[in-house]
C-alpha cells in the first residue's frame, strides 16, 4: 500500500502520522511538501494535525491555496481515499471536500486529553477493524474542534449516516458531558458523500502502539492498509 502525507508549514503530526502508517503497512509514506504540484501516484492521502501556517486565520483556510491542494481535491474526487486528522479536517472543510466549519471550542479554551469515541459504522475503508458502536480511546489536541453545521446538512448528514465517529462516555452513551468541545450532534468526525474522505478531530496516531499508553488508533491504520492492500 503506498501512501502521502501532505506536510504544510506548522505541521507537528505528519511524522507521527507517518511512523503509524509505516509500521502498519510495512512501507515509508512520501512526505509531499506543500509546494508540490501534484501527489505522487498513491492509495492514500494524509492531511495531518498540527497548525498549518500558524492557524493566524480560520484554522487551514491558508492551507486550502498551497499548490497540492489542486491535486488532493483532484484525486479525492476521483475516489481515493484521503483521511485529514484534525488541522488537517479543517483543512477538509475549507477546501469543500467536507461540509461544516470547526470553530472555536465551546470553553474557548485548548483542549489535550483523551476522550471516548463511538464508531458509528465500520464499513469504510477507514473503519474496517473496529465493530459498529465499538467505543475507543484515543486523544485529542485542538482549539478549535467545536463542529458546526447548519441544520440542513446536520440532516443530510445523520439521514445518509455520514457521521464516522461521536464523542461519547465510556459506556457508549453519547450525552453532553462527553462532549468535549461543543461539536453539533457529539460529532468527532464525518465523511464525505461516497465515503473515501473522512476529518476527524481526534488524533488515532498518537496512541498506535502501547509503548504510547494504548493502541486503538492502531486499527485505524491496521484497516487502510486491509483495505487498500
Known amino acids: 500500500m503506498k501512501s502521502s502525507v501532505i506536510v504544510f508549514p506548522g505541521s507537528n503530526c505528519d511524522r507521527d502520522v507517518a511512523v503509524s502508517l509505516e509500521k502498519s503497512t ?3 509514506p512520501s512526505m509531499v511538501w506543500h509546494g508540490e504540484a501534484q501527489v505522487p501516484d498513491c492509495d492514500l492521502i494524509v492531511l495531518p494535525g498540527g497548525f498549518c501556517f500558524g492557524d493566524y486565520l480560520r484554522c487551514g483556510a491558508m492551507a486550502t491555496h498551497s499548490p497540492v ?13 484521503v483521511l485529514g486528522i484534525c488541522n488537517g479536517f479543517q483543512v477538509l472543510t475549507e477546501a469543500g471536500l467536507l461540509p461544516g466549519v470547526l470553530m472555536r ?13 463511538r464508531v458509528e459504522r465500520n464499513d469504510r475503508v477507514f473503519t474496517g477493524q473496529y465493530r459498529e458502536n465499538q467505543v475507543i480511546r484515543i486523544p485529542i489536541a485542538h482549539h478549535d474542534g ?8 446536520l440532516g443530510e448528514l445523520e439521514d445518509n449516516d455520514r457521521v ?18 461543543g461539536s453539533a450532534h457529539n460529532i468527532a468526525g464525518i465523511y464525505n458523500a ?15 502502539d502501547v509503548a504510547l499508553g494504548g ?13 487498500l492492500q
Open 26 to 28: 510495512g512501507t515509508p
Open 164 to 181: 464516522a465517529f461521536r464523542y461519547c462516555d465510556a459506556e457508549g452513551d453519547v450525552t453532553p458531558d462527553a462532549n468535549p468541545n
Open 105 to 117: 471550542n465551546a470553553s474557548l479554551k485548548y483542549i489535550c486529553r483523551d476522550v471516548f469515541l
Open 215 to 227: 493502541s486503538d488508533g492502531k486499527a485505524m491504520f491496521d484497516g487502510l492498509l486491509e483495505a
Open 146 to 153: 467545536n463542529y458546526y453545521a447548519d441544520d440542513d446538512t
Open 69 to 81: 491542494m489542486k491535486d488532493v481535491v483532484s484525486k479525492a474526487e476521483a475516489g481515493v481515499p
Open 194 to 208: 461516497r465515503g473515501n474522505v473522512l476529518g476527524l478531530m481526534p488524533h488515532p496516531e498518537r496512541l498506535a
